[in-house]
């Protein structure tokens, strides 16, 4: 079992950043591939990011391709996610998860075990 906090969420003007953390607690998140999900009011869940177990590879939605970071510390059971030069379009609430996988990260919610409670992003034009 895996338990996931996420935080960093807020409110932010257009072209802003934020960097949203993901906590982990109970097995180690270094056994895990780690995601960032969103998902707007009235449509489904997105892939936004993920990240291999141990951090070498890396895989982004070509919405925000060349704007957000994934990176992970395994260290202190942390992931995050660096938004840079936010959109209007990128408010939703943001989910971390969690996927006992050490092959490719993988884009599917559907392949992840574990998910935190999600953060709210807004991005005001």
């Known amino acids: 079992q895996v338990q996931l906090v996420e935080s960093g969420g807020g409110l932010v003007q257009a072209g802003g950043s934020l960097r949203l953390s993901c906590a982990a607690s109970g097995r180690a998140v270094s056994d895990y591939a780690m995601g960032w999900f969103r998902q707007a009011p009235g449509k489904e869940r997105d892939f936004v990011a993920t990240?291999?177990?141990?951090?070498?590879?890396?895989y982004y939605a070509d919405s925000v391709k060349g704007r957000f970071t994934i990176s992970r510390d395994n260290a202190k059971n942390t992931v995050y996610l660096q938004m840079n030069s936010l959109k209007p379009e990128d408010t939703a609430v943001y989910y971390c998860a969690a996927d006992l996988w050490t092959g490719n990260p993988r884009n599917s919610p559907y392949e992840y075990d574990y998910w935190g409670q999600g953060t709210q992003v807004t991005v005001s034009s």
């Open positions: 990240i291999s177990w141990n951090g070498i590879n890396t």
